[in-house]
């Protein structure tokens, strides 16, 4: 059974960290190109860091450059999205994705995705 799961959520002032992580069941994630996509409340989905770890690319929308890290642990079987410098609009429910990245073009649409975790909340208070 595959399954992602995101976690390290949780309520932040302005100005604080959080560390997102995905870790991955069933699957390699080493083997994936793993999205984080966040949805606030009241907004569409909308994609944020992207990790290809075979090749050690990554890319950010515009809103996480400078902000927001994706790494990735591949003993750990695990993804992280570090995110500094939280402002009230970093405010979200967090998801990560995982696609093949045989198929992928550049990681920044939902339906590239094939595997989605249930997402982690994060609060940002001003």
């Known amino acids: 059974d595959v399954q992602l799961q995101a976690s390290g959520g949780g309520s932040v002032q302005a100005g604080g960290s959080l560390r997102l992580s995905c870790v991955g069941y069933?699957?390699?994630?080493?083997?994936?190109?793993i999205g984080w996509f966040r949805q606030a409340p009241g907004m569409e989905r909308e994609w944020v860091s992207y990790?290809?770890?075979?090749?050690?690319?990554?890319s950010y929308a515009d809103s996480a450059k400078g902000q927001f890290t994706i790494s990735s642990d591949i003993d750990k079987n695990t993804v992280y999205l570090q995110m500094d410098s939280l402002r009230p609009e970093d405010t979200a429910v967090y998801y990560c994705?995982?696609?093949?990245?045989?198929?992928?073009?550049?990681?920044?649409?939902?339906?590239?995705?094939?595997?989605w975790g249930k997402g982690t909340l994060v609060t940002v208070s001003s």
């Open positions: 994705a995982a696609a093949n990245p045989w198929t992928i073009v550049a990681g920044q649409e939902e339906h590239e995705y094939e595997y």
């Open positions: 069933g699957l390699t994630l080493d083997d994936f190109g």
């Open positions: 990790i290809e770890s075979r090749v050690i690319s990554t």
